[in-house]
């Protein structure tokens, strides 16, 4: 059985940095794609960054050069490290894992090209979130 359990999530001022955690069990695959999302009260879900088994990473245009994914696979673990945190970045955070053409998809997905609809499915597992608000 895949589970994802996500942590790290917590109240920051803007300007501040935090580190998301998500540990992976039950998941053998040697080629995978992993990804962080996010959801904000009244907004759809949006990718935020993903990186693949080669640590090839794609990130969302809001993030870049702020947010860094990384993983470990020795800890079968995913981060998300964000620095200069904007209120806008409030939102409850997601991981999930798949195939390893989701990845490929998603830079089609980050391009604007397609919606996250298209290229969610090809995620099969997901944690039940953490939240992360960004506030003075």
């Known amino acids: 059985q895949v589970q994802l359990v996500e942590s790290g999530g917590t109240s920051v001022q803007p300007g501040g940095s935090l580190r998301l955690s998500c540990e992976v069990s039950g998941y053998t695959a040697n080629f995978y794609c992993m990804g962080w999302f996010r959801e904000a009260p009244g907004k759809k879900r949006e990718g935020v960054a993903t990186i693949d088994h080669d640590g090839d990473t794609r990130y969302a245009d809001s993030v870049k050069g702020r947010f860094t994914v990384s993983v470990d696979n020795a800890k079968k673990t995913l981060y998300l490290q964000m620095n200069s945190l904007k209120p806008e970045d409030t939102a409850m955070y997601y991981c999930?894992?798949?195939?390893?053409?989701?990845?490929?998809?998603?830079?089609?997905?980050?391009?604007?090209?397609?919606?996250?609809?298209?290229?969610?499915?090809?995620?099969?597992?997901w944690g039940q979130g953490t939240q992360v608000t960004v506030s003075s």
């Open positions: 999930a894992v798949g195939t390893s053409g989701a990845c490929i998809t998603m830079g089609r997905y980050f391009a604007g090209r397609i919606v996250l609809e298209d290229v969610a499915p090809k995620f099969g597992y």
